[in-house]
Each structure stands twice: as C-alpha cells, then as structure tokens.
C-alpha cells in the first residue's frame, strides 16, 4: 500500500469508527463469540478475523459476510478439520502478540496454513476493505483465496 493509501485508510476508519462504533458484535443470534468454529489441529487452514472492542459497519458486514460464506461454502472442510474460523478481538491482552506475528494493526482477516502445528504460511486481505460494503464482492473474494489455501480434495 501506498503512503497516501494507508493514512486515507487510517483516517476513513477512524472517522468510521468515532462515528458509527457500537461495542461488541452488534449481529444477530448466528454471530460467533470470540473463538474458533471448528476443530484447531496441526495440519489445517484457519481463517482469522482480528477485531478491535469497537466496530465500525464495514467491519460488522464483512464479520457476518465472512462466517455466513465459509459456514455455507466450506460446511465438508470444517467437519474434516481442515478448516477452522476463528474470531479474535486484539484489544483483549491475552490476544495482542497476534498484531505483531501478523504484522496487523487494524481489523483483518488473516488465511493461515498449518503444517505439523507450524505456519507455513498466511495472507493478509487487505483489498477485502476496498470492497467492504459489498458483499457479493466480499464473497467471491473469500471464496476464492480460501479454496486457494485448502488442499485439493
């Protein structure tokens, strides 16, 4: 990202943020708490979504997008233990070494393969926040770089 780029991120999201934050998850009854869906093992993808105590609306239609399209598309590979979701709120202490490993400093969602209980490797979607607001987008973007991580069946 560009200098420009980033501080026009930082600024939009905090105006969002100051604006229209709610604490907690303001979703409805499928909201996940902070934890994982599915079973964490050694060999496996697991999608991350790092939050903060306060949301803005991008984040909470990206939150509700991201679990409502990887329950729907990936129902099989959750059951399998070879995917898992995990919902984590950085501003927690006990989840903070999560912003440095991942080099994060905002909301994000991380993809992250497991192999022998050490990553081998992880994504960053930044560009999921230029689509924020759209959730087919969101979707196909999900779809896409998640089956990207998964082994071929």
């Known amino acids: 990202m560009t200098a420009f780029r980033v501080t026009v991120f930082f600024a939009t999201m905090l105006l969002a943020?100051?604006?229209v934050a709610t604490p907690g998850p303001a979703l409805a009854e499928s909201s996940l708490p902070d934890g994982c869906l599915g079973n964490l093992n050694e060999?496996?993808?697991i999608v991350y979504y790092f939050h903060r105590k306060f949301r803005c609306q991008?984040?909470?239609v990206l939150e509700s997008t991201l679990q409502n399209t990887l329950q729907i598309t990936y129902a099989d590979h959750f059951g399998a233990g070879k995917l898992a979701m995990?919902?984590?709120n950085v501003d927690d202490p006990e989840n903070r070494h999560f912003l440095e490993q991942f080099e994060i400093f905002s909301s994000s969602i991380i993809i992250v393969e497991k192999k022998g209980g050490v990553i081998s490797r992880?994504?960053?979607l930044e560009s999921?926040?230029?689509v924020s607001?759209?959730?087919d987008t969101i979707t196909h973007l999900l779809q896409t770089e998640v089956s990207g991580f998964l082994p071929e069946s």
């Open 17 to 19: 943020t100051l604006l």
């Open 43 to 45: 060999n496996q993808v």
């Open 58 to 60: 991008s984040c909470e």
């Open 86 to 88: 995990c919902i984590i």
């Open 122 to 124: 992880y994504k960053n």
């Open 128 to 130: 999921i926040w230029d």
């Open 133 to 135: 607001q759209d959730r």
